[in-house]
């Protein structure tokens, strides 16, 4: 498929959005702003894009060049075509807020718990919104760059069994 | 019982029936395998044909904690896991041993991070430890007759070689580093995990 | 007239009633097992008197050779009674509520195992139960239906009939399940 029949397919369907359509090696990338993001990823739903591959997210502290903080991805396929398409959206600390597209993808339901466990992104709208890997006890959110990498005591705040008590 | 049979001393008799008990029980240790990672494939192997653990009594390899006496720790334990492990060691029943197999189980090895626990002498008493990455069969071995020595040789038959055993026996709980980081954690304001595990 | 009491199993016994003759040959084995020891030999001579016309040799019933099976059972009996009871009086034991838990691999138990089964379950099970009884008969018959000293010729047909109505009988029980829809697994 030529670049010009991707454009009319996917992105002609998205001028009414504030969207960047880059590529790079043949990988097509759309940057989202996070308040679009749900009728961005609806409309891409609709144009074909049936599967959700994987949602997972960067931590861009101290990356060279970096504006955000956050970026979440949304990797989608059209199972007819093979195309894939790459989804990504930008949040800072404050408001680590996103939709949640289990509505539109059902396998955003776990994706969308890790990367809650991992970055700390909350998806509104979710079923199920708990950790999904880590205890339900567990305080910060551990792929994020300012998490030391041997934790903060959390891997040892766990009673101690002596010989005798056992 | 145990308290009163224990005022009976070293008569004859009760060294005797130490002695007696402890052959029996060292010849006839079942292991509980707690496999969590590759040390497993090694215990598989160990109770396999070629090195046949058999040979010294303890082929049976039970996966329920109420038919064991030997807990054989195989592999990496993470945070999650650690309650897990502690609720089948205390569901063992009397008398009972660990052995911490492999680097991991020993020290956490090469995962120093935060979720791998750094020992699991660190929480549960540990009788033999086990060195290698991951260790041979042969070493597996090694430690059940070490373990079988060690029976042997201060086994009673009340259990009262335990009893003695009522302080931490690993590396304290946190390392001072580790201390630090809470420190911090505590100056970031993080509300520190509360890990109830049900015990 | 005298019999005498079984000496061996090689032996038959030849007498007029062979019934109570059997029954007094249960009542002697149990006297002979004993016979080894004098009190054993003086309930014998008791029993002698009672029942003069038998003979009874001391000793060489069939049954004392069976006396190292009895020690044999009574040192396995044994061993396994002390194993299990010796424990319970010596051996560490201690009584925790975590080691009362269910055991769900160490997690907490989520349900109660006790469920209810669906009652299609139960029907298989009576339909296999009622063919596997059939073959109880089938088996036999088919066996012993043209074989040399099997059935009497004469009674061949009777026979046929009588197990041609059972598997008749349960074959339409079997449609009628059927019909029913006691296979239909699928609810619609």
Same mark, same amino acid.
């Given at each position: ?39 961005? %990823?609806? &409309? ?12 997972? +997210?960067? *931590?861009? =502290? /101290?990356? @060279? ?25 930008? %949040?800072? &600390? ?12 059902? +396998?955003? *339901?776990? =994706? /969308?718990? @890790? ?52 | ?199 | ?188």
């Amino acid at each position: 498929m030529s670049e010009s029949d991707w454009q009319s397919k996917y992105v002609q369907r998205l001028t009414r959005f504030t969207v960047s359509f880059t590529t790079y090696r043949d990988q097509h990338r759309i940057r989202v702003e996070p308040q679009e993001l749900k009728q961005v %990823l609806r &409309e891409l739903l609709d144009a074909g894009m049936d599967m959700l591959i994987d949602i997972t +997210a960067v *931590d861009l =502290l /101290e990356y @060279e060049g970096a504006t955000d903080r956050f970026e979440v991805i949304y990797c989608l396929l059209n199972t007819e075509s093979g195309e894939r398409l790459v989804v990504r959206t930008y %949040l800072n &600390e404050p408001d680590m807020e996103l939709p949640s597209v289990t509505d539109l993808w059902r +396998a955003a *339901d776990w =994706l /969308e718990r @890790e990367v809650y466990d991992m970055y700390g992104v909350r998806f509104i709208g979710h079923p199920n919104f708990k950790r999904l890997l880590l205890p339900q006890e567990f305080a910060s959110y551990p792929l994020r760059k300012d998490y030391p990498v041997k934790g903060r005591g959390e891997r040892h705040n766990f009673p101690v069994i002596t010989r005798a008590k056992s | 019982m145990a308290s009163k049979l224990g005022q009976l001393g070293d008569s004859i008799l009760w060294t005797k029936l130490d002695a007696a008990a402890s052959w029996a029980r060292k010849n006839s240790l079942w292991p509980m395998p707690f496999a969590t990672a590759c040390c497993g494939i090694e215990l598989m192997a160990t109770a396999a044909s070629r090195h046949d653990l058999s040979r010294f009594g303890s082929e049976v390899m039970r996966f329920s904690p109420r038919q064991c006496d030997l807990m054989i720790v195989a592999g990496r334990v993470v945070m999650k896991m650690l309650p897990v492990m502690q609720r089948l060691w205390l569901q063992m029943p009397e008398p009972k041993w660990c052995i911490s197999m492999g680097a991991c189980a020993c020290s956490g090895g090469v995962f120093d991070t935060y979720a791998v626990v750094q020992g699991v002498d660190r929480f549960i008493p540990v009788d033999v430890y086990i060195p290698g990455c991951p260790p041979r069969p042969e070493q597996l071995i090694r430690a059940v007759l070490d373990l079988q020595e060690k029976i042997q040789a201060g086994g009673t038959i009340q259990g009262s070689e335990f009893e003695v055993r009522d302080r931490p026996e690993g590396p304290p709980r946190f390392d001072p580093d580790e201390l630090y980081r809470i420190r911090v954690r505590d100056d970031l304001k993080l509300k520190s995990p509360q890990y109830s595990p049900k015990h | 007239m005298e019999s005498r009491i079984n000496l061996g199993m090689s032996q038959r016994w030849i007498g007029p009633d062979i019934l109570t003759q059997r029954l007094k040959c249960l009542r002697y084995d149990f006297v002979i097992f004993f016979t080894k020891s004098q009190p054993a030999r003086g309930y014998a001579d008791l029993l002698r008197r009672v029942f003069p016309r038998e003979k009874l040799t001391y000793g060489s019933g069939y049954v004392a050779e069976y006396i190292p099976i009895l020690v044999w059972l009574i040192c396995c009996l044994g061993f396994a009674a002390v194993s299990l009871i010796l424990p319970h009086l010596v051996a560490p034991s201690k009584r925790t509520p975590v080691k009362g838990m269910p055991y769900e691999s160490g997690v907490d138990p989520v349900e109660d195992a006790r469920k209810p089964m669906d009652i299609k379950f139960y029907l298989i099970a009576i339909l296999f139960l009622v063919f596997d009884l059939e073959l109880i008969f089938i088996y036999p018959w088919a066996v012993a239906f043209r074989s040399e000293g099997g059935l009497a010729p004469e009674m061949r047909p009777l026979v046929m009939v009588v197990l041609l109505t059972l598997i008749w009988t349960l074959a339409i029980a079997f449609l009628i399940a059927w019909r029913k829809g006691v296979f239909e697994w699928r609810q619609n």
